[in-house]
């Protein structure tokens, strides 16, 4: 199974609403028509989510938003790649956003904690408070997010597959996503300690989740 990342600027501060619109109700939604995406969401960075950031890299800072989909493994790739192609040439898509870190990552790893009950596989599509992500080099980054007695109803963790087509990252580079069922900001508040100085991290904090018509976070 791949996980299909993209870290995303918001170049035009003034169209978040249609951003949000856009990928919400039309861009998402097509991606589901493929056989083999069998899950994707995005979450926001929002100004609270800033502040309680304890580490980004100088372009990962940029980034208001990430979309995870998970894809049944490479082969679903040129189907997905064309999908983004022919949407944006019938016009349906938003060109005022950047995307500093994209493509597939392998799955390596997936972890449930005893109280979500559910599989490590089923953690994704349980409902969710946010995420806490961790973007670094070096193995054992959802560590820290594992530790938590409650909050936290799994994690997952994805290293970087530089040799697929699509692939644009350097191959150390790897991901941990931690399901947030609690309070997201005591959640933030316990791990940060553990990724704030930690070396080869590029990015540390939580992101909330994004509710339909629900696209005030930044004015």
């Known amino acids: 199974m791949l996980g299909f990342f993209s870290f995303t600027e918001v170049t035009d501060p003034a169209t978040h609403p249609a951003y949000n619109k856009w990928h919400q109700l039309d861009h998402l939604p097509e991606q589901f028509s493929i056989e083999g995406i069998q899950f994707g969401q995005r979450w926001v960075c929002s100004p609270r989510c800033l502040e309680a950031r304890v580490a980004a890299s100088p372009l990962l800072a940029r980034c208001q938003y990430m979309t995870l989909y998970l894809l049944r493994d490479a082969s679903v790739l040129p189907e997905f790649v064309d999908l983004a192609q022919r949407l944006r040439r019938a016009g349906r898509f938003f060109e005022a956003r950047r995307a500093h870190l994209s493509g597939p990552?392998?799955?390596?790893?997936?972890?449930?904690?005893?109280?979500?009950?559910?599989?490590?596989?089923?953690?994704?599509?349980?409902?969710?408070?946010?995420?806490y992500v961790v973007v670094g080099k070096g193995e054992a980054l959802g560590r820290a997010?594992?530790?938590q007695e409650s909050g936290v109803a799994g994690v997952w963790e994805f290293a970087a597959q530089p040799h697929v087509?699509?692939?644009?990252?350097?191959?150390?580079?790897r991901i941990a996503v931690g399901f947030v069922d609690g309070d997201l900001w005591e959640v933030s508040a316990q791990v940060g300690a553990s990724y704030a100085d930690r070396d080869g991290v590029e990015w540390a904090g939580p992101l909330e989740r994004v509710d339909p018509y629900q696209w005030g976070w930044f004015g």
């Open 165 to 173: 087509a699509g692939a644009a990252m350097t191959p150390e580079l």
């Open 105 to 131: 990552f392998e799955v390596t790893e997936r972890w449930a904690s005893r109280h979500a009950l559910v599989s490590a596989a089923a953690v994704p599509f349980r409902p969710g408070c946010g995420v």
């Open 145 to 147: 997010l594992k530790s």
